[in-house]
Structure formats: structure tokens, C-alpha cells
T-cell receptor, first 110, second 111 residues
């Protein structure tokens, strides 16, 4: 089935460690996005990519990094520079305006 | 920055009643979208309305858009317990590639 696959679903990290969240899509979409969601809050844009080998910062890019080496993949690295990384992370791809979301990755910093 | 703001933040109704959620935004848009999120899950697209449209229907969903007031409403008719979820509006903030989401309305439909 076509869709967005995020992994892992749950991740625990010690302070000071970098972690990478995976996002893969087989929808053949050019644009991909990473959002962060905190409890009871809306989604805030971290990074987005409109095409392979190109990406732009969103509203809260500090402490995060991404790459877009393949059309299907848009991994997000949460670095130790991110002050408050515990959150629910959502990846999405876009087709003619509509976003298709993965099921999310919940990161907890211990 | 959050472009859209939903109102109310939470809504509790009985099955069979209608649910209305509102969204206000700040800048001009090309389109406005509504999404649904079940607890702990990803978002699912419900409906997209373009800036030159005033009303759109999809099944039990009715969306209106008033660009002069920079507001939209989502009406769910004859609600069911399965409609319990959070609902978000998202705008393209002047036609950019970025979709900006509001904080959402948490809808509870009691059986």
C-alpha cells in the first residue's frame, strides 16, 4: 500500500545524544515536511523539502538537521543542541496541496 | 508562527448533534484545509477549500470560507462517537509551500 512510513514509533534518548527519525514515502511526491507537535498544541514546521537535494528551514529549525538524498526519504536528526526535544514528530508528503502524514514518532528525552 | 486559530479549543456533544468548529487566520491565502487527528496518530486530510470558493461539502462535512473575515468553519452533521478526534485547520499563508496549522479543536462525541 502507498503511504508514509515513520520509524521508530517510540524512541528514548539520553540528554546529549543525537537521534535520527526515519521517514519514507512511496507516493512519488516531490515535497516532504517535518512537523513537531507538543501536547495540546498544533503542528509547528521544522524543515521542508520541495525537491531532492534541496530543503528549507521552517519556523523551529534550530537544533534539527535534515537531508534529502533520495525522493523517497527525508530523515530528521534531532541534535543535542535542541533544548527541549521531547515531542511527537510527524512527517508528511504533499500532492497538489493535500498533505499525507505518517503515524508519527514519539521522542522522549530521559 | 501560527496562522490559523481554531475555536473552541474543546467541544463536547451528544451523538446525533451537529458540531461546528471555527478557524481564523491572519494573511491572505490560496486555500484552507481541514485535518483530523485521532489521539496519538497522524493527521488525515478531510477537505480543501480554495480562496475563490465559499462553501464545500464532503459527506457529513460542510466547510465555509469567508475571505473578507479571514475565517472558515467546519460543520460535522449527525455526529457519531467515531468522530471523536482533534480537528485542525491549515493555511498556505499567501500561497507559500509551507502549510501552517492552528492549535486545533478537540471534539468529544458522547454515545
Amino acid at each position: 500500500d502507498g503511504g508514509i512510513t515513520q520509524s521508530p514509533k517510540y524512541l528514548f534518548r539520553k540528554e546529549g545524544q543525537n537521534v535520527t527519525l526515519s521517514c519514507e514515502q512511496n507516493l512519488n511526491h516531490d515535497a516532504m515536511y517535518w512537523y513537531r507537535q507538543d501536547p495540546g498544541q498544533g503542528l509547528r514546521l521544522i524543515y521542508y523539502s520541495q525537491i531532492v537535494n534541496d530543503f528549507q528551514k521552517g519556523d523551529i529549525a534550530e537544533g534539527y538537521s535534515v537531508s534529502r538524498e533520495k525522493k523517497e526519504s527525508f530523515p530528521l536528526t534531532v541534535t543535542s543542541a535542541q533544548k527541549n526535544p521531547t515531542a511527537f514528530y510527524l512527517c508528511a508528503s504533499k500532492d497538489t496541496g493535500e498533505l499525507f502524514f505518517g503515524e508519527g514518532s514519539r521522542l522522549t528525552v530521559l | 508562527s501560527q496562522q490559523g486559530e481554531e475555536d473552541p479549543q474543546a467541544l463536547s456533544i451528544q451523538e446525533g448533534e451537529n458540531a461546528t468548529m471555527n478557524c481564523s487566520y491572519k494573511t491572505s491565502i490560496n486555500n484552507l484545509q481541514w485535518y483530523r487527528q485521532n489521539s496519538g496518530r497522524g493527521l488525515v486530510h478531510l477537505i480543501l477549500i480554495r480562496s475563490n470558493e465559499r462553501e464545500k461539502h464532503s459527506g457529513r462535512l460542510r466547510v465555509t470560507l469567508d475571505t473578507s473575515k479571514k475565517s472558515s468553519s467546519l460543520l460535522i452533521t449527525a455526529s457519531r462517537a467515531a468522530d471523536t478526534a482533534s480537528y485542525f485547520c491549515a493555511t498556505d499563508a499567501g500561497g507559500s509551500e509551507k502549510l501552517v496549522f492552528g492549535k486545533g479543536t478537540k471534539l468529544t462525541v458522547n454515545p
